[in-house]
C-alpha cells in the first residue's frame, strides 16, 4: 500500500478483506493483488471482440432480415471461448464474481459507443427461475446488472422480469428452435410496471449465442410499454461455434 497518500475507506476495507480472503483472478483461480481484477497472464487471453458486430442484433453475421428482433440494440465485450469461456464456468458455478470487475472500463466504452447512456432509465438482467437461484444462491446476469447500473450512473432493478419455469440445460437447439423454447417463458413484473411504461431499458446478461432469450424478454417489455429494450452481455458465442449454452 502506498502510505504517502491517505487510503479510502474502500481500499482500507480491500486490503483487510484480502488479509482474510485473498483476491483471486477469476478465471486461473491464482491469488491477485487486492487492487487487481485478474492476473496479467489471463488479461492478455482474453478474445476481445475487435471484429465488427450488427449493432441492432448483436451478432456478427447479422439476422436482422431472419427474425423479428424487438430489442434495438445489443453489444457484447468479448467472444465466448477460451478463457472467458472458463471464467463465465467459474462465474456460474463457483461463485466467481468479480469476474464482472474485469471488464468494467470496457462496458461504459463499448455502451457509449453504441447508444446515448443518459437516455437508459433503468438497468435490469433476464431473470432467473426462483428454484434455480435458490439453489445457486445467486443470478449472474443480476450482478452483471448491478455492476452496469454502477458503471453509467443509472438505476439497477432485477425485478422487472420472471421467468416462469427453470432452464432447458445445456441442450444444443437451432435458432428457431431456441425460438419456440422461450415462448412463454418470460413475464413482466406487473408491480415494478411504472418502470417499464415508456421507458428506456438496458438488458444485461452473460452470453448471447442466437439472441432468442434476450429477443424474447424484449418482446415482453415491449409489449408492456417499454420505449426502448437496449442489451449488453459479457461475452458472444455463435451457433456455428459448436460451444453449447443454456437458453
Ligand atoms: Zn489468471
Ligand atoms: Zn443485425
Redo the contacts with the bound molecule.
Sequence with gaps: MNLQRKPSFDSVKKYVLDIFFPNR?P??G?VIKWSDT??R??FDEIPFIVTEHCKKCGQEICICNKTNIYYDSCVSITDYSGIVREGIINFKLDKAVNLVDVFKDDIYKKLSDTIDINKIDVVTAVPMHRSTKRSRGYNQADIISKTVSKVINKPANSRLLIKQSGDIAQHKLTRLEREKAVKGLFSVNKKHIGEIDGKTILLCDDIITTGSTLNECARILKDNGARYVHCFTIASTSMGSGKKESI
Design positions: 483472478c478465471f486461473c491464482k485478474c492476473c497472464k489471463c
